[in-house]
């Protein structure tokens, strides 16, 4: 009988360190989201700038910066299977090529972006800002869970 608790403890053990995440997958994930939802903050404060050079050049630095950050905040083990709250699907670490290239597309298109707000070439804005968007949206499509 004491086996038979004993394996019990061992089992619930395995199970509990199988289900934690390790801090380093836990901070990239919480710092992966809170980028996402600046670029996101500051892409509406971009929208709603009206002509305010100011508030675009503002808006574009951080999203380009944030933009770039993303880069190294999906570590293998940062999907569904961390156990945490996270709309990153499987597939970005089973197609890596596909989620790296559209990862560097959004980071080409938010400096290009922050690059036009910079030089306050206002009539390229609307343009680069919809070429940005574009490439959080293919992103999104492919490796983004909606219901999370
Ligand atoms: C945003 C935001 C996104 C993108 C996307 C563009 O403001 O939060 O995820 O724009 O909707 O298609």
Not at 78 to 98: C, N, Q, R, V
């Amino acid at each position: 009988m004491r086996k038979f608790w004993m394996a019990l403890g061992g089992a619930a053990l395995l199970a509990g360190s199988a289900l934690a995440a390790s801090p380093a997958i836990e901070t990239a994930i919480k710092t992966r989201q809170a980028n996402f939802k600046e670029m996101g903050k500051n892409f509406k404060a971009l929208r709603d700038a009206n002509g305010d050079a100011a508030t675009i050049k503002a808006a574009t630095a951080v999203i380009s910066a944030k933009a770039a950050e993303q880069a190294k905040l999906f570590p293998k083990g940062s999907g569904p299977e961390a156990g945490l709250k996270t709309a990153a699907k499987a597939e970005i670490w089973t197609d890596w090529a596909t989620f790296t290239k559209l990862q560097q597309d959004n980071i080409a298109a938010a400096a290009e972006l922050n690059q036009v707000a910079m030089k306050g070439d206002m009539a390229a804005l609307p343009a680069a800002a919809g070429k940005l968007g574009g490439t959080c949206k293919a992103c999104h499509d492919k490796f983004k869970n909606k219901d999370n």
